[in-house]
C-alpha cells in the first residue's frame, strides 16, 4: 500500500512538472488614460490578423462581438460620464459591438461575468448603454486589434479601436468643469491659501473660462503669497483676455524678470511672445 501511494505521488509530481506554459495566442493586455479627473482603465486581449480576412470574415457582419478575444472587454470608469451625448453612470462594463457594413453599434453591458462575447447568454436588457458610430478606413495597417485614446482635452476624448485596416472612434465626454467649479467653490469656502487662488485662477485661465473672475483669484494670490513669476504669468493672461493690454504687458514683465532671476528661461521666452503679441494688439485697438 505503502509503495502504490508512493508511486502514485511520484506520477502525480511528474505530471505537474511536464506541464508547458505556453504563451497566449491573443496576449493580455490593459490601458489605463486619465481624462480630466476621470480614470479609465481598459482590460482585452489583443488577437492578430495573422493574414486572415477580420471585419465581415472572423468578426462578422450582424453579430455580437467581444471587442477582442478571450474573455469580455471591461471598460472602467470612476465618475460618470457620457458616450456619444448619452449618460454612463461609474463603474464596470462588458465592452460589445454588434458590427454591420455601414454602421456599427458600441455597448456598454451591465453583466461582466460572460465569457467571450456570451452569445447565447447575451441579454441587451442588461444594457448600460448603447451607442452608434460609423466605422472608418484606416490609413495604416493595425496587425493586432488595438485600444487607445486621442484627442484628449480636460472635458473628453475619443477612445479609438483599430484592426486591420479599419478604425472606430467613439467619442467620451467628461464634465470636468463642474466638478472643479464646485471643488474651486468649496475650497475657497474653507481656509484658501495663496495656493488656492493661483490654482482656481490658473484652472479659470486655461480653459478660457470668467477671466474676470481668474483675475480677481490671482490678485489675491499676489497679496496673500507675494510676487512670483507664475502668479504674474496668470496675471497677464486674465488681463489680454479682457483686453486690458497695457496692464497685460505690465505683468508680463514682471514675470519675465522673476522669471529670469530663477533662471526660467522657458517663462522668459514665452513671456516675451505675450509681450510681443500683445503690443502688436494694443497698436491694433489704439487705431
Same mark, same amino acid.
Given at each position: 500500500?505503502?509503495?502504490?501511494?508512493?508511486?502514485?505521488?511520484?506520477?502525480?509530481?511528474?505530471?505537474?512538472?511536464?506541464?508547458?506554459?505556453?504563451?497566449?495566442?491573443?496576449?493580455?493586455?490593459?490601458?489605463?488614460?486619465?481624462?480630466?479627473?476621470?480614470?479609465?482603465?481598459?482590460?482585452?486581449?489583443?488577437?492578430?490578423?495573422?493574414?486572415?480576412?477580420?471585419?465581415?470574415?472572423?468578426?462578422?457582419?450582424?453579430?455580437?462581438?467581444?471587442?477582442?478575444?478571450?474573455?469580455?472587454?471591461?471598460?472602467?470608469?470612476? @465618475? /460618470?460620464?457620457? !458616450? =456619444? #451625448? &448619452?449618460?454612463?453612470?461609474?463603474?464596470?462594463?462588458?465592452?460589445? %459591438?454588434?458590427? +454591420?457594413?455601414?454602421?456599427?453599434?458600441?455597448?456598454?453591458?451591465?453583466?461582466?461575468?460572460?465569457?467571450?462575447?456570451?452569445?447565447?447568454?447575451?441579454?441587451?436588457?442588461?444594457?448600460?448603454?448603447?451607442?452608434?458610430?460609423?466605422?472608418?478606413?484606416?490609413?495604416?495597417?493595425?496587425?493586432?486589434?488595438?485600444?487607445?485614446?486621442?484627442?484628449?482635452?480636460?472635458?473628453?476624448?475619443?477612445?479609438?479601436?483599430?484592426?486591420?485596416?479599419?478604425?472606430?472612434?467613439?467619442?467620451?465626454?467628461?464634465? @470636468? /468643469?463642474?466638478? !472643479? =467649479? #464646485? &471643488?474651486?467653490?468649496?475650497?475657497?469656502?474653507?481656509?484658501?491659501? %495663496?495656493?488656492? +487662488?493661483?490654482?482656481?485662477?490658473?484652472?479659470?485661465?486655461?480653459?478660457?473660462?470668467?477671466?474676470?473672475?481668474?483675475?480677481?483669484?490671482?490678485?489675491?494670490?499676489?497679496?496673500?503669497?507675494?510676487?512670483?513669476?507664475?502668479?504674474?504669468?496668470?496675471?497677464?493672461?486674465?488681463?489680454?483676455?479682457?483686453?486690458?493690454?497695457?496692464?497685460?504687458?505690465?505683468?508680463?514683465?514682471?514675470?519675465?524678470?522673476?522669471?529670469?532671476?530663477?533662471?526660467?528661461?522657458?517663462?522668459?521666452?514665452?513671456?516675451?511672445?505675450?509681450?510681443?503679441?500683445?503690443? &502688436?494688439?494694443?497698436?491694433?485697438?489704439?487705431?
Amino acid at each position: 500500500m505503502k509503495n502504490n501511494i508512493v508511486l502514485f505521488l511520484f506520477f502525480f509530481s511528474a505530471c505537474a512538472l511536464a506541464q508547458i506554459e505556453f504563451p497566449p495566442v491573443s496576449p493580455f493586455s490593459k490601458i489605463e488614460q486619465q481624462i480630466g479627473i476621470t480614470q479609465i482603465e481598459v482590460s482585452y486581449s489583443r488577437p492578430a490578423v495573422k493574414g486572415r480576412k477580420i471585419i465581415g470574415g472572423l468578426v462578422p457582419y450582424n453579430r455580437i462581438w467581444r471587442v477582442g478575444a478571450n474573455e469580455s472587454t471591461k471598460f472602467k470608469i470612476n @465618475t /460618470d460620464i457620457s !458616450i =456619444g #451625448e &448619452k449618460f454612463l453612470e461609474k463603474g464596470t462594463y462588458a465592452l460589445y %459591438a454588434f458590427p +454591420y457594413e455601414s454602421h456599427w453599434d458600441v455597448v456598454f453591458h451591465r453583466d461582466t461575468t460572460l465569457w467571450g462575447d456570451g452569445r447565447d447568454k447575451y441579454n441587451p436588457k442588461k444594457d448600460a448603454l448603447r451607442v452608434r458610430v460609423t466605422p472608418a478606413k484606416s490609413k495604416i495597417f493595425q496587425e493586432n486589434f488595438l485600444i487607445s485614446f486621442d484627442s484628449i482635452t480636460h472635458n473628453g476624448a475619443k477612445m479609438k479601436w483599430l484592426w486591420e485596416e479599419t478604425q472606430i472612434s467613439i467619442p467620451i465626454q467628461v464634465d @470636468t /468643469d463642474k466638478y !472643479i =467649479g #464646485e &471643488k474651486i467653490e468649496k475650497e475657497l469656502q474653507l481656509n484658501p491659501t %495663496a495656493q488656492t +487662488y493661483y490654482e482656481a485662477a490658473r484652472y479659470l485661465q486655461e480653459q478660457n473660462l470668467d477671466p474676470e473672475t481668474s483675475l480677481l483669484y490671482v490678485n489675491e494670490a499676489i497679496e496673500l503669497g507675494g510676487s512670483t513669476y507664475y502668479f504674474f504669468r496668470v496675471k497677464s493672461i486674465a488681463e489680454a483676455s479682457l483686453g486690458a493690454y497695457e496692464q497685460a504687458i505690465h505683468s508680463a514683465q514682471i514675470s519675465r524678470n522673476l522669471a529670469n532671476e530663477q533662471g526660467k528661461d522657458e517663462f522668459v521666452r514665452i513671456n516675451n511672445e505675450n509681450i510681443k503679441k500683445w503690443k &502688436k494688439s494694443l497698436e491694433l485697438k489704439k487705431d
